[in-house]
Structures are given as C-alpha cells and as structure tokens.
C-alpha cells in the first residue's frame, strides 16, 4: 500500500463551487505539505503543517484553506474554485527527525480541473 | 529569497548516451540541495540528494555534486536509458522548517 494518498485522483469542478482534496499517509510524520504543480513553474507550495495544531502559509495561499485533522490527515480546500487554480495537486509528508530529515515523499497527486 | 534555475527542456537523448541537466542556486547559508524524479503518472520521488559543499549525491548511476563556489548541483549520468524519461527537479532546503524550493523541471525524453 502507498505511504502517501490523495483522494480524488482527477477532480472536474465548476467555477465557484466548493471543492476539498484529502491526503493521508501512514508514515507517521508530523510534517505535511501541500504543493501545486503548472508547466513551467515546478511546484510551489501553498500551505504546511508542522504538527496538528501548527499550519503555515506557503508562497501561494490565497484562494485556499487546509485542515489538519490528524496526524495522517491534511485537507486542501477550494472554497470558490476558478478557473486558474487547474492545476496537479501534490501532498507531501516529511520526518523532522532521524536520518532522512530533509527528504519529504509525494502522494500521487490530485488532477483538478476548473471550468 | 531562495531560488532555483535549472535548464529547460524537454532534453531528448539517445539511448546509452551521456546526461547533464544543469541546476544552480541562490539561497543564504548553507542550503540542501536534492533531485527529485517524477515519473508519468506518478508523484516525486527523492533521486539523490547532498547536504554539504563537496558532497556527491548518488543513485541509479546519476550522481550531483554540491558546489558552493559556483552554486550548482548539475545532475548528470553516463549512460541514459528508455527507462529513464522523466521530468526532474531541482531542489533546495534552506534554513529551518524543511520547506523545499523547487526549480521549473527538466523533461528528459530518451529514445531508443
């Protein structure tokens, strides 16, 4: 089974409606990221989570909001969706702890489309 | 802030031959640097990774070294294969909170 998954695989929305994409993972990190990949501009990450009760913006919140409602569990919302938040969805988790405490392991992501 | 370049692509290679996708940086202190590979389909996976100057990350026959004098982290490899198509990534980690900041990506197309 995946370390690291993200529910819904592909996601088709309309503009203005309400839209949540779900990360969990069986790692047992503390750490948790969310990140959004377009062509030509890598990943940028919109939200992090250092444990339950701390969450950080990232270089690109606006129009989003997330909710860590575990340990193994961190939501990306979209409360309004438009169109140019299309966009591959990426989950991350990390282990500030032990011998790989920089490398952080990627869900499969989240296609989402808004028209 | 911390950036990353690395080289655009798409890179297309014929099978066996020699790779170099080049990455420098910017970043204040002492930065991590990382490769990471996204296959089609698939999330990033760590390729290898350095967290010092002079450091040789290595994995799969590529291999990066950290070079602080002239802030780069070329990834490179001897001898490509079909398998390895794939976009890669550049990344840093500067000081404190694990954030990664991630170049644009380089798509590598090998054929046969």
């Known amino acids: 089974d995946a370390d690291v998954t993200q529910t819904p695989r592909n996601r088709i929305t309309k503009t203005g409606k309400r839209i949540m994409l779900e990360c969990s993972q069986t790692?047992?990190?503390?750490?948790m990221y969310w990140y959004r990949q377009d062509p030509g501009l890598g990943l940028r990450l919109i939200y992090y989570?250092?444990?339950?009760?701390?969450?950080n913006k990232g270089e690109i919140s606006d129009g989003y909001s997330v909710s860590r409602q575990a340990q193994a569990k961190f939501s990306l919302s979209l409360e309004s969706a438009i169109p140019n938040q299309t966009a591959l969805y990426f989950c991350?988790?990390?282990?500030?702890?032990?011998?790989?405490?920089?490398?952080?392991?990627f869900g499969p992501g989240t296609r989402l489309t808004v028209l | 802030g911390d950036s990353v370049t690395q080289m655009e692509g798409p890179v297309t290679l014929s099978e066996e031959a020699f790779l170099t996708i080049n990455c420098t940086y910017t970043?204040?202190?002492?930065?991590?640097l990382f490769w990471y590979v996204q296959y089609p389909g698939e999330g990033l996976q760590l390729l290898l990774k350095?967290?010092?100057?002079?450091d040789k990350g290595s994995n799969k026959g590529f291999e990066a070294t950290y070079r602080k004098e002239t802030t780069s982290f070329h990834l490179e490899k001897g001898s490509v294969q079909v398998s390895d198509s794939a976009v890669y990534f550049c990344?840093?980690?500067?000081?404190?909170?694990?954030?990664?900041?991630f170049g644009t990506g380089t798509q590598l197309k090998v054929e046969l």
């Open positions: 990344a840093l980690r500067g000081g404190g909170g694990n954030k990664l900041t």
């Open positions: 991350a988790t990390s282990d500030p702890s032990g011998a790989y405490t920089d490398t952080q392991y």
């Open positions: 790692k047992g990190h503390d750490r």
């Open positions: 350095a967290t010092k100057a002079d």
């Open positions: 970043a204040t202190g002492y930065p991590s």
């Open positions: 989570s250092f444990d339950v009760k701390d969450i």
